[in-house]
């Protein structure tokens, strides 16, 4: 549908050549040449001919494809700290007809990319204290086969300064706190940064912090400085960064210095990369018997309680044993020992359901629960009391069983003397014979019984 048109206009335009070459071809034939020049006329019609069929169909074809120009008036401008503008124009020799153009942005530093856009400015997120470069061509956007244009180029050269100046080792980590100005933001960000001084900066360098997050750019206020005076970290209690932290960060640090001219350094950071989340809040720990259960509160934090990940560490002081437990509720019950002493600590992390997944939270302050203590000395003497008592009624009937042969054993009887005075029992009788005064004594012996006899007694 789209090469018809071309192919009715490209006809249209090379018919008069064609009714020329018809006409001479006509008049060659017609006329009366000797007999001789017969041959050369033949030549010359099959040459005409021949040429036709050759070059027409090769200006057709040049006309349905003709080549893409590169485009014009290629520039790169800074646009906002480590941002850049791209833009450019189509040739105004290009004929467009039914072709759709678009555009090839390829990246070449410092760090590469590239891509396709059917506009003609794009802005582009980058660090400059390298420098920048980019390059960008005509390409056919739909469904041709048409070959690219050539590349045009534009590059920024990097900033001025001595090598070495710059500063180093940048870092910087975002953090969530309660806002107390007013309830249509509940949140406030904070931002933290810190970098050493470059190797070969003078020691009256000062160094200058700034971010940007969209469109806002902020300079800081609040310094810290390292042994020669040199700024080394820069705190803002309250930035426009979203609470949530989506997107990226800009921040860059430039410097000044009377003896040499100090290179900034830029960097960009993924939010959520740097996001500080806190700590959970309000961590309580019950035990009931040997169970343990602990509870608590969603950190400080614009994200909503179902967007958190949570670890909880639990530490058996008496065996010496770490428990750590990964959960998405605000609550773990845990099996314990009811004579420990534990110690327990909660983090917690944004879920991947809400964002990309960043660094843990510190963990807790230790909420100490149980004992290890020994029990009472009362308590130890009634479990002893009542271990002896139990263990002498288990010798009693220990001992009756096996006729007190322990007992004996254990504690045998004291041998007595062995006499041999005859043990007996007297009994005396008073009896009277007749009528006289005299009283005849009589002593009986009885042997008790089972008393040994003794022998050869003599009184």
Known sequence: MMKQPRRTASKSKAAPEIRLILGVLQ??????????????????????????????????????????????????TVTGLAQVLLR???????????????????????????????????????????GFSASVQTIPWEGHTIPPSS??????????????????????????????????????VSLRCTWLAGEASPEDTRYFLYYR????????????????????????PATSIDG???????????????????????????????????????????????????????????????????EVEIYNARKGYLQVEKMRTQEFTSAVHDISKYSIRVRAAVSSVCRTAGPWSEW????VMGSDEQKA????LLIVLTAAICFLFVFSLTCRSFRCRLW?????????????????????????????????????YVDAPELEVLDDFVF
């Open 27 to 76: 008049l060659l034939l017609t006329a009366r040449p000797p007999r001789s020049s017969n041959l050369i006329v033949m030549v010359l019609a099959f040459l005409i001919l021949f040429g036709a069929t050759v070059i027409l169909p090769a200006d057709l074809l040049s006309d349905e494809k003709p080549p893409l120009l590169p485009p014009v008036n290629f520039t790169v």
């Open 88 to 130: 450019w124009e189509p040739s105004p020799d290009q004929e467009r007809r039914s072709i759709k153009l678009g555009y090839h942005v390829k990246i070449n530093g410092p760090q590469e990319d590239d891509y396709e856009t059917r506009n003609t400015k794009s802005s582009r997120e980058t660090i400059l204290h390298k």
């Open 151 to 188: 590349w045009v180029s534009a590059e920024l050269s990097a900033p001025a300064g001595a090598p070495g100046t710059s500063a180093v080792n940048l870092t910087c980590t975002a953090n969530t706190v309660a806002s107390d100005r007013t309830r249509s933001r509940q949140y406030r």
């Open 213 to 236: 997050y969209g469109s806002q750019t902020e300079e800081c206020r609040e310094y810290g400085q390292d042994a020669s005076g040199r700024n080394v970290a820069g705190w803002f």
């Open 244 to 310: 949530q932290g989506r997107g990226s960060l800009a921040v860059r640090v430039n410097g000044s210095s009377s003896r040499a001219a100090i290179r900034p350094l830029d960097r960009l950071f993924a939010l959520h990369a740097i996001d500080q989340v806190n700590p959970p809040l309000n961590v309580t720990a019950d035990i009931e018997g040997s169970r343990l259960s602990i509870r608590w509160d969603k950190p400080v934090s614009a994200f909503p309680t179902h967007c958190f990940d949570y």
């Open 364 to 367: 807790t302050q230790p909420v």
């Open 377 to 380: 000395w009362t308590e130890w």
């Open 408 to 444: 004996a054993t254990l504690f045998p009887p004291v041998p007595a003397p062995k006499s041999h005075i005859k043990d007996f029992i007297v009994t005396i009788n008073y009896e009277k014979s007749g009528s006289g005064d005299t009283e005849v004594e009589v002593i009986s």
